[in-house]
C-alpha cells in the first residue's frame, strides 16, 4: 500500500509557506530500480523528495524541472527529474557505492555528493527558453544545499530538511521524509525567530513518521506550536515516462553512422534507460529499419 503523500499549506498563521512529503514507496522504488546502496539510497532519496516538492508548483503536464548535483563525491552526478503532480525519477552516476558510516553513526551523504561542484536548476515551462538557475554545493547534504540555492538563486530564505532511514541490514527504506519552509515577505521577525527555534525538533520528521505517526500528524507533533495549516494534497510517485518509442527516436537521431556501425559489429542493440533501469532490445532487422528512417529524415532535411 503506498502511502506516500505531499502536502501544502501554512504556519503562523499564514505568515509561511510549508510544502512536506512522507515518501517511502517512492525512495524504496528507486532503491530497487538501481540496486542503490544504503548510502545512495539516503542520497537519492533526499534529491527525489526535494524535486517532488518543487515539483508540485508545475502548473502543466508539459512542464518539468531537472536538477543535477554535480559535485565531486564518489557517487559522481545525482540527477532528478519532476512534473505535474510529484512524479519523479532521477539516478546516480555510481549507485552501487557504499561508504563508511560517519562518526556520528549516520550515512554520509556528502562522502556520496561531494563538498565542491555545482547544483543546477532548470525549470522548462513550455516557454521559448528554460529557466536556470544555479549555485555551488556547500557541504553536499543535499538539504543545506538547497536552503542555499533558493537564498542565492531565488533570494527566498528557507529551512530545508530532508531525511531517509534504511535499514542497516537489508537496505530497505524504512521512512522518508522532507519539509520544505519559506517565510512570506509579510512575515514578523519574532515568527522567523520562533520557526528557527523550532529547526532542531523539525529534523525529528523521518523518525516520528517511522514510530507509526502519519505526515500530518508528525508536523502537529513536532510543531503544533506554529499553527499548521493543510491545505492541498498530493500523491507523488517515483515513475519513468521512457518508452521503446523514445528510445527509437533516440537511436535515429545517434544518425546512420552510429546506427550502421551497431548493426556490423553486434547485429543487435541493448538501451537501459538512465531514470529507471529498464532495458530496450532492438534486433538486427530492427535496427535496419531505424536506419532506413535516419537516412529518410537526413534526405528531407538536406
Known amino acids: 500500500m503506498n502511502n506516500d503523500k505531499i502536502i501544502r499549506g501554512l504556519l503562523m498563521e499564514g505568515s509561511v509557506n510549508m510544502t512536506a512529503i512522507s515518501a517511502k514507496a517512492l525512495v524504496e522504488a528507486a532503491r530497487k530500480a538501481h540496486g542503490l546502496s544504503h548510502v545512495c539510497t539516503a542520497a537519492l532519496g533526499r534529491l527525489?523528495?526535494?524535486?517532488?516538492?518543487?515539483?508540485?508548483?508545475?502548473?502543466?503536464?508539459?512542464?518539468?524541472?531537472?536538477?543535477?548535483?554535480?559535485?565531486?563525491?564518489?557517487?559522481?552526478?545525482?540527477?532528478?527529474v519532476g512534473h505535474e503532480g510529484g512524479m519523479v525519477k532521477g539516478y546516480v552516476d555510481f549507485p552501487e557505492v557504499e561508504l563508511p558510516l560517519k562518526e556520528n553513526g549516520k550515512l554520509d551523504v556528502s562522502g556520496i555528493v561531494g563538498s565542491n561542484g555545482e547544483i543546477r536548476v532548470i525549470r522548462d515551462l513550455s516557454l521559448k527558453e528554460p529557466y536556470?538557475?544555479?549555485?555551488?554545493?556547500?557541504?553536499?547534504?543535499?538539504?543545506?544545499?538547497?536552503?542555499?540555492?533558493?537564498?542565492?538563486?531565488?533570494?527566498?530564505?528557507?529551512?530545508?530538511?530532508?531525511?531517509?532511514?534504511?535499514?542497516?541490514?537489508?537496505?530497505?527504506?524504512?521512512?522518508a521524509s522532507?519539509?520544505?519552509?519559506?517565510?512570506?515577505?509579510?512575515?514578523?521577525?519574532?515568527?522567523?525567530?520562533?520557526?528557527e527555534y523550532k529547526a532542531d525538533d523539525i529534523t525529528g520528521l523521518t523518525k516520528t513518521i517511522e514510530e507509526g505517526l502519519d505526515l500530518e500528524d508528525a508536523i502537529i507533533e513536532l510543531i503544533g506550536e506554529l499553527h499548521p495549516e493543510f491545505n492541498e494534497k498530493y500523491e507523488p510517485e517515483f515513475v519513468c515516462d521512457c518508452s521503446r518509442e523514445k528510445i527509437e527516436s533516440a537511436l535515429i537521431s545517434m544518425?546512420?553512422?552510429?546506427?550502421?556501425?551497431?548493426?556490423?559489429?553486434?547485429?543487435?542493440?541493448?538501451?537501459?534507460?538512465?531514470?529507471?533501469?529498464?532495458?530496450?532490445?532492438?534486433?538486427?532487422?530492427?535496427?535496419?529499419?531505424?536506419?532506413g528512417e535516419a537516412r529518410s529524415r537526413n534526405r528531407t532535411d538536406d
Open 48 to 80: 527525489l523528495m526535494q524535486t517532488a516538492m518543487m515539483s508540485v508548483q508545475l502548473k502543466s503536464s508539459s512542464d518539468n524541472l531537472t536538477v543535477i548535483f554535480d559535485g565531486d563525491g564518489a557517487g559522481g552526478r545525482l540527477v532528478a
Open 178 to 195: 522532507g519539509i520544505l519552509l519559506q517565510p512570506l515577505p509579510f512575515c514578523r521577525e519574532s515568527d522567523i525567530a520562533a520557526l
Open 132 to 175: 536556470v538557475g544555479r549555485c555551488a554545493i556547500t557541504d553536499g547534504e543535499i538539504a543545506n544545499d538547497f536552503a542555499n540555492y533558493y537564498v542565492k538563486s531565488e533570494q527566498q530564505p528557507s529551512l530545508v530538511y530532508l531525511g531517509v532511514r534504511v535499514d542497516p541490514a537489508t537496505g530497505e527504506v524504512r521512512a
Open 255 to 291: 544518425g546512420e553512422d552510429e546506427l550502421n556501425q551497431m548493426i556490423e559489429e553486434d547485429g543487435k542493440a541493448e538501451l537501459t534507460c538512465r531514470f529507471c533501469n529498464k532495458k530496450y532490445h532492438f534486433t538486427g532487422d530492427e535496427l535496419r529499419r531505424l536506419l
